[in-house]
């Protein structure tokens, strides 16, 4: 099959979701052709089956906004018509596809017919899709597409919940390739000679205000005064300031690092014992994955999918978003047991592997199959 494939190119989840996707499709024997506005990070190869296409964005003065939904279709037809392109796989509703169903139009007039699947990821739903400025144009942008699919069961309530959906919304949940995170756990064996370990702590985001940033920094603060222990902070964004001050005023930076935005997040992870996300909102919590992937326990927000892969008692803990008291509560008790600790970490691993590329591509190849046969 010949895919194009419309993402963010940044380190949030649906971007590195789409990439992963796309990279095995292309392994599996599929020409897929990446289309954004940079090239997206976790895209390290290219070659006869992987392509990237960059949307350019012409700066014009009278425009206060420059129209990225049109350069972006219009690539799409040029790009779909050159290669001879079989379907549209767009993640983020906003305004990916928004901008898939001009193209479709547009190729249609042309007597092309390629479907667009639509899959929604979470802020595109819960928070910057319903705003009043956008809902309309998301709304039909969903109902228009040929088939849509989603991250979680809790992001296909909200979607029901907030639209007004004629569509069926199928859910193909996030995933991770299991054999990446196994190869890196035995080279971790090898590295991790100190006998003296302090317990190390990760949390991995994008730092925008919906991570809760805040309270990452406050449970931690409450374990160190328990347990000698280390904080991890993984990623770029707006309230990395903020925490970094935080962490000045509770006298704890000598116990925190802030490693900034990594392609690599499993060389850390593996050393890690603890994960923490207190997401406010979280469709379905991709770094949490990622971290059991990496026997790591998980003690987590109980917000959107989040208890869907954090089995309460058993991968981790979850709590209300704001509950720092038994966050910290859980963190300590687990950490202060090794036994416990090595329980939650083997169940988080064995959860994780259900979640593995290998069973997860598949179904979104049945689905492009069946996108394909609609338009027959
Ligand atoms: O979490 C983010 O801020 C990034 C965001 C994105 O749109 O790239 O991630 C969303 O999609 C991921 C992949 O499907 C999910 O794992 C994340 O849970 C979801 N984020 C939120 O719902 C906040």
């Known amino acids: 099959m010949k895919i194009a ?5 940044t380190f949030g989840g649906s971007g590195v979701l789409a990439t992963e996707l796309g990279m095995s499709l292309s392994e599996h024997g599929h020409e897929v052709h990446f289309i954004a506005y940079e090239l997206p990070v976790r895209l390290n190869k290219l070659n006869e089956k992987l392509f990237f296409h960059k949307v350019n964005v012409p700066d014009y003065p009278l ?7 049109l350069a972006l279709s219009t690539k799409l ?5 050159l290669h001879s392109i079989e379907l549209m796989h767009v993640h983020y509703a906003i ?3 928004y901008a898939a169903y001009m193209a479709k139009k547009m190729l249609e007039d042309q007597g092309i017919h390629v479907p667009i699947v639509t899959t929604l990821h979470g802020t595109d739903i819960t928070l910057v899709g319903n705003h009043p400025f956008y809902k309309t144009a998301v709304n039909f942008s969903i109902n228009k597409s040929d088939i849509v699919t989603c991250v979680s069961a809790s992001l296909k309530r909200d979607t029901l919940e907030k639209f007004d959906i004629n569509n069926e919304i199928e ?3 996030n995933f991770i390739d299991i054999s990446k995170y196994i190869l890196q756990q035995k080279r971790c064996i090898v590295e991790n000679t100190e006998s003296n370990k302090v317990p190390i702590i990760t949390h991995v985001s994008n730092f925008r205000p919906v991570k809760n940033i805040k309270n990452v920094v406050l449970v931690f603060n409450n374990i160190q005064k328990e347990i000698p222990s280390k904080l991890l902070m993984i990623g770029e964004g707006p309230e990395k300031e903020m925490a970094e001050q935080l962490c000045k005023e509770l006298s704890i930076e000598n116990k925190v690092e802030f ?4 392609n690599q997040v499993e060389k850390n992870l593996c050393h890690s014992d603890l994960f923490l996300l207190p997401s406010n909102t979280e469709s379905f919590g991709l770094a949490a994955l990622e971290a059991m992937a990496s026997k ?4 987590s927000s109980d917000a959107g999918g989040l208890s869907e892969i954090n089995i309460h008692g058993e991968t981790g803990y979850l709590t209300k978003p704001d509950d720092i008291e038994l966050m910290s509560k859980y963190a300590t008790s687990i950490l202060k047991d090794s036994s416990l600790l090595e329980k939650f970490k083997n169940k988080a691993f064995k959860m994780a592997k259900a979640f593995d590329i290998n069973n997860i591509v598949p179904i979104y190849e049945k689905i492009y199959k069946r996108a394909l046969n609609k338009l027959k």
């Not at 494939?5 to 190119?9: A, G, K, M, Q, S």
């Not at 425009?63 to 939904?69: D, G, T």
């Not at 490693?259 to 990594?262: A, D, K, P």
Request: some cysteine.
């Open 171 to 173: 859910l193909v949940p």
């Open 77 to 81: 037809v040029e790009v779909i018509k």
């Open 296 to 299: 790591v326990a998980v003690i």
């Open 259 to 262: 490693l900034g935005n990594s």
């Open 5 to 9: 494939i419309v993402c963010y190119p």
């Open 63 to 69: 425009f206060n906004f420059q129209p990225y939904e």
């Open 95 to 97: 305004p990916h596809a």
